[in-house]
């Protein structure tokens, strides 16, 4: 992978790349199509090649915790993160797997899926919900994850936010999806886009990366990277 901006270069050190600036950060990664389609068939996985995975993974490792809406989690078929070789360096001093936490208002979850009842070993998963999710949900969901609620009807995002970093998990990871990311935006939440373009024009009715409450964000273009075709591109929050 070659970086052509700000300075060209051959063989980028991915960790250093995208190493954090500070620990408090809040970082979204998504993919999009080079018509702005965040999936494809439904799916994020079709506009996704071999480089957007290694970045995907470096990524993972350099967090504290991986933080995804619910419909994303279903769609995407989440199972929590497991330890990578690639990750010791990555990770001295602190758990092997990062956490995996799920924004769900009213816990519609799979809730003897993968992501919970196979993330003991690793990480236990987490689940930011409501006052207002079904207390037996709540209950069943406490069995095989950390239960924080954030919120009475909806989840109170800065709110979760500070609940997180509160448990040490300073460094987020978002994932998506575009509802998720356009929440987290407009509550000002939201340090840096880690964004990839895929060579593809896909079309249909998908989503833009963010889909949601309108929120003006500038943002300053602090790298792009370059393989078979993809763009990585990290964007970061100009300072107010």
Known sequence: MRRIHPSPADDVDLADAYAYPRDAWLRLNMVAGADGGAWLKGQSEGLS?????R????????????LAGGATVRTEGYGPARPRASWRDLRVGRPLVPPIAVVTRKLDLDLAGPLFVEAEPYARTIVITTERAPEDRREEA??????IVAGDERVDLPLAVA????RGLSRILCEGGPRTNAQMSAAGLVDELCLTVSPLLT?????????????????RL????????FLFCKYTREPK
């Open 163 to 166: 609940l997180l970093r509160e």
């Open 142 to 147: 406490a069995r095989h994850a950390e239960v």
């Open 55 to 66: 970045v995907f993974g470096v990524l993972r490792g350099l967090a504290d915790v991986v």
């Open 222 to 229: 602090s790298h792009v990277l370059e393989e078979e075709g």
């Open 49 to 53: 090649g071999k480089g957007d995975r």
């Open 203 to 219: 079309g249909g009715d998908a989503a833009r990366i963010l889909n949601g409450p309108a929120a003006t964000v500038r943002l």
